[in-house]
């Protein structure tokens, strides 16, 4: 055999392996994949177990592998058992897309999966799509079963069944996690939450963190950056040097913390804010807005760089005033922007779902409104308060290399940034928080970095105008 055909051969052998562990990658999860504090976790043997920890901790790895050991009834330290029924609980359906479904599918071999259901998109690809559930082939014959909740559906969604375990990924509600309790009661259970604690001194400090020390089934342990031997050293030095106290706390240690003072310290206005210039037309995103008739509406227009970063550009914020007002001012902005619109010359915009409602004047929602005047909106937005803040601090602080940019001409989201402050029962003070309230919607969009576009022959441009005539004549 010549040195040509060894190394080829070596080649197709590493490829072979490597798909091999891809295809069993919860094989050999626990031989050099966990760490120290995720095998703790592990081996617990209380009913109710909590991880408290930063991201890129490792949090979520244990709790996906949690999960699929034991449907598939091989757990390593636990008693196993055919016929498995369990929830993975996330906050909205985009997250357990993005977070739980995907772990837990990265650890499922191909071959025991019996079948999925899915809520949206193709079970051939269901990585691309929301799961309802999954049937998993159980090692002692017969079928497990993990099913997939978000919290967004409501507490009676979560009533009537009985479970052998429940995974919060990520802090539910009280009342969902409530309800969750009384499933795995029948078949004496077992609830494991892995989070990030964003949201202050919630029910989950008062009783799980507080009182995991007096019972004899609550149980927590915290991960950091450094318990995560996998995690580059100089990456995490970096981050930690660009985060603020606060942030560091929650979003490398999973600690919880509470809020005084002013909610935004990381906002800088000698960094944060700059002076205005031409956005190239590959940056425009969406407008986002906080609908309000005798309150004031507030909209921002918000680009996107090649590097993740946020510019917001632009402001509308004026009280007392009807849709069909707004939408006017909106559209002579855009203009004056030369913002891009959709293939109806429409222009896009997220909404507060609140929008929704409908008006005593018109009989006609907020959202029908401003789509009647030429603005699409789009009310499915993320109104998690914490999550967003903890957002927007990161990208203040620049935390992940992605930072936000105020424009000098935005003056109502600078004032709000300065002055939003922390009030009693660790909430911000509801008062003036407008421009806030929408630049959260957008920051929980995750808004994706720029495509630098080469530039369009006038055979394109052509075809693309008279495509848009004609969607505008249907």
């Known amino acids: 055999m010549t040195e040509k055909e060894i190394i080829a051969r070596i080649r197709r052998l590493d490829k072979a392996i490597s798909s091999y562990r891809k295809k069993n990658k919860l094989q050999y999860y626990n031989k050099d994949v966990v760490h120290e504090k995720q095998m703790i976790f592990h081996k617990c043997a209380k009913r109710n177990r909590w991880v408290f920890g930063g991201n890129r901790s490792g949090k979520t790895e244990c709790g996906a592998a949690e999960a699929v050991w034991l449907a598939r009834g091989n757990h390593p330290f636990k008693t196993n058992k055919s016929g498995v029924e369990g929830w993975v609980v996330s906050v909205s359906r985009d997250v357990q897309r993005d977070v739980a479904q995907r772990k837990i599918l990265q650890y499922l071999n191909p071959d025991w999966i019996e079948s999925v259901v899915m809520v949206s998109g193709k079970s051939s690809n269901p990585m691309g799509g929301v799961i309802d559930y999954i049937s998993i082939k159980n090692v002692f014959g017969g079928l497990s079963r993990i099913t997939f909740k978000s919290c967004e559906m409501g507490r009676e969604k979560f009533q ?12 539910p509600p009280e009342d969902i996690y409530d309800e969750c309790v009384m ?60 985060m603020s106290d606060d942030l560091l706390s929650s979003r490398r240690y999973g600690r919880f913390i509470e809020g005084s003072g002013p909610v935004y310290p990381e906002f800088d206005e000698n960094v944060n804010v700059i002076e205005p210039f031409s956005v190239p037309p590959s940056w425009q995103d969406k407008l986002s807005i906080d609908p309000g008739l005798n309150n004031p509406l507030s909209c921002h227009w918000y680009a996107v760089d090649g590097d993740g970063n946020i510019f917001v550009v632009a402001e509308h914020y004026e009280a007392g ?34 929008a929704n409602q409908k008006t005593l004047a018109s009989l006609k929602s907020v959202t029908q409104l401003f789509c009647e005047h030429g603005i699409n909106v789009n009310p499915k ?14 990208y203040l602080c620049g935390a992940y290399g992605k930072k936000l940019y105020v424009f000098k001409n935005c003056v109502n989201l600078i004032r709000e940034l300065k002055a939003y402050r922390w009030g009693s029962g660790d909430v911000p003070k509801k008062i003036d928080d407008h421009c806030l309230d929408e630049l959260r919607y957008y920051v929980m969009a995750r808004p994706k970095p720029a495509i630098e576009l080469t530039k369009k022959s006038e055979i394109a441009l052509d075809k693309e105008r008279l495509i848009g005539k004609i969607r505008r004549k249907r």
């Open 160 to 171: 009537g069944t009985s479970l052998d375990f429940v995974w919060f990924d990520e802090e």
């Open 183 to 242: 499933r795995v009661l029948d078949k004496k259970g077992e609830l494991f939450g892995t989070m990030t604690p964003l949201k202050g001194l919630t029910f989950i400090y008062d009783r799980i963190y507080l009182n995991s020390g007096n019972s004899d089934e609550v149980w927590y342990e915290g991960m950091e950056w450094a318990d995560n031997p996998y995690l580059d050293k100089d990456e995490v030095r970096k981050l930690s040097a660009a």
């Open 321 to 354: 005033k009807e849709v069909g007002y707004h939408a006017q001012r909106i559209k002579e902005i855009s203009k004056t922007l030369s913002w891009h619109t959709d293939s109806f010359g429409r222009i896009e915009a997220l909404i507060d779902s609140a």
């Open 381 to 394: 937005v993320n109104k998690d308060l914490f999550s967003g803040i903890s957002r927007v601090k990161e």
